[in-house]
């Protein structure tokens, strides 16, 4: 699969849990935060999108835990998507910066909705989002 974006970032130590690794939940903190920044560089936004009269909502979320990541390791958030019918699936996983290997791996199914039912992703997304997928 190829993933059009990704970002960089830190393990803080506060992210932690008791046996020394990131705590379980901060994946699905990473997850996001990659989808968030994703949208913000293909001049998209939750709130932009809200204000328009659509809901952009977390339907499913699969996480695998592959290796741990601990404190200070650098890691790579990447991200793919894809359209399945009224469906936005999030494909991401994330590498240690260090050696590569895949920690975590992420598909995030979203769906749209408006006056409270799902619709189809809003042209100015599918447009948006095929500026990463040229060609």
Same mark, same amino acid.
Do not use: C
């Given at each position: 699969?190829?993933?059009?974006?990704?970002?960089e970032?830190d393990?803080?130590?506060?992210?932690?849990?008791?046996?020394?690794?990131v705590n379980? /939940?901060?994946y $699905?903190?990473?997850f996001?935060?990659?989808?968030h920044e994703?949208l913000?560089k293909? +001049?998209?936004s939750? *709130?932009?999108?809200?204000e328009?009269?659509?809901?952009?909502?977390v339907h499913?979320?699969e996480?695998d835990y592959k290796k741990?990541?601990r404190s200070g390791?650098?890691f790579?958030?990447?991200? /793919?998507?894809? $359209?399945?019918g009224v469906?936005?699936i999030f494909h991401?996983?994330i590498e240690?910066v +260090?050696?590569?290997? *895949?920690?975590?791996?992420?598909?995030?199914?979203?769906?749209?909705?408006?006056?409270g039912?799902?619709?189809?992703p809003?042209q100015?997304?599918i447009?948006?989002?095929?500026t990463?997928y040229?060609?």
């Amino acid at each position: 699969m190829i993933y059009p974006f990704e970002i960089e970032l830190d393990v803080r130590d506060y992210e932690l849990d008791a046996q020394g690794i990131v705590n379980n /939940a901060n994946y $699905q903190h990473y997850f996001e935060h990659a989808r968030h920044e994703l949208l913000r560089k293909i +001049s998209l936004s939750f *709130v932009g999108l809200h204000e328009a009269g659509f809901d952009w909502v977390v339907h499913r979320v699969e996480i695998d835990y592959k290796k741990p990541l601990r404190s200070g390791e650098r890691f790579r958030v990447k991200v /793919a998507a894809e $359209q399945k019918g009224v469906r936005f699936i999030f494909h991401q996983k994330i590498e240690r910066v +260090s050696d590569g290997a *895949v920690t975590t791996t992420g598909k995030i199914s979203s769906v749209f909705m408006q006056n409270g039912r799902p619709v189809r992703p809003p042209q100015l997304v599918i447009d948006a989002y095929k500026t990463l997928y040229p060609g």
